[in-house]
């Protein structure tokens, strides 16, 4: 059995933007891909004793219309760029439905478009990402870019160098592991970054390259030799910073990283867990696709 992508729609051709990653990502991979689409069930307005659909001539056109497109979509997909493809078109709450799809479909990870603005403070996901994001237990391609990835030669990566970032702790290293699994073939370069916190606001050049090349002897270089092959490319990178949301989305226009995977620490099937609070940083903040990978455990 292929390995399955899922990639959530909503009708609109923001959505539709996760096709122009998750696309070449199945080609690449021989992978297929399921588009996956929920239609809320019309609740009765508040205080009114009443219950169910309100109108149900309207809620089914509407239904009947965005099956078709969904449908409309695969087919486009199908025929255009030779993807394998399936539908998921489901009646309830968006979230629990796409909860109900990847677990259905069995999809590796899921690729979805997300809004998002540039800035740390005033960042924010779309409610949909958001909560799927803090609930599913499989990873998550998030991509918010107009950018066309499209295969311009047999072989050539979708990512040519990936940011990964690790903090020394088993999530981060798992997450990596995880990475490998599911984008190895996809990424020409990884580069594993780790940030350390800077004691005080401002310290010496001399303090700064000492502490960076103690990162990379003691731990990036022996974690990059575990995973290295002669057709896999690890590079390091040790940065020492007071604010590591900020130096990981300068590491990646530094390195003109094409992408970031980040593992999250919190429950998993928690509906209460919570990210990271760095990886929920990096996530709302970057301009390019994050891989999410949630945690296995408790961290």
């Known amino acids: 059995m292929s390995r399955r992508m ?3 729609l909503d009708g609109s051709p923001f959505s539709e933007r996760a096709l122009s990653l998750a696309v070449p990502l199945a080609q690449q991979q021989g992978a297929s891909l399921v588009l996956a689409m929920a239609c809320p ?16 001539t309207h809620h089914l056109s509407v ?50 478009t997300t809004h998002g603005r540039g800035g740390l403070s005033r960042a924010w996901l779309g409610s949909v990402t958001d909560t799927l994001l803090r609930r599913t ?18 072989g050539e990566p979708i990512f040519p160098r990936l ?57 990036l270089e ?6 290295r092959t002669p057709d896999r490319r690890i590079t390091t990178l040790a940065l020492v910073h007071h604010d590591a949301p ?22 998993t099937g928690v509906r209460r867990a919570v990210l990271g609070s760095v990886a929920d940083k990096v996530i709302r903040a970057a301009g390019v696709p994050v891989f999410v990978v949630p945690s296995t ?3």
């Open 6 to 8: 899922l990639v959530p």
């Open 41 to 56: 069930l019309p609740a009765a307005p508040p205080d009114t004793g009443m219950s169910g659909a309100l109108d149900p």
């Open 63 to 112: 239904r009947e219309h965005l099956r078709h497109s969904l449908e409309r979509t695969a087919r486009r997909v199908a025929t255009k760029y030779g993807v394998t493809t399936a539908t998921q078109f489901r009646d309830g709450a968006i979230v629990d439905e796409l909860e109900g799809a990847i677990a259905d479909t069995q999809a590796a990870f899921v690729v979805m």
């Open 137 to 154: 237990t499989v990873p998550m391609l998030l991509t918010r870019t107009v950018r066309k990835w499209t295969l311009t030669a047999a």
């Open 163 to 219: 940011l990964v970032a690790v903090d020394g702790s088993a999530v981060s290293e798992a997450a990596f592991e995880v990475t490998l699994a599911q984008l190895g073939e996809s990424v020409g370069e990884f580069v594993l970054v780790r940030v350390d916190d800077a004691p005080i606001a401002a310290v010496s050049s001399t303090w700064i390259g000492e502490a960076t090349r103690r990162l990379q002897e003691s731990y």
């Open 222 to 227: 022996p974690l990059a030799e575990r995973f």
């Open 246 to 267: 900020r130096a990981m989305l300068d590491a990646v226009r530094a390195t003109h990283a094409f992408g970031i995977a980040i593992g999250t620490h919190g429950r």
């Open 297 to 299: 455990g408790t961290s």
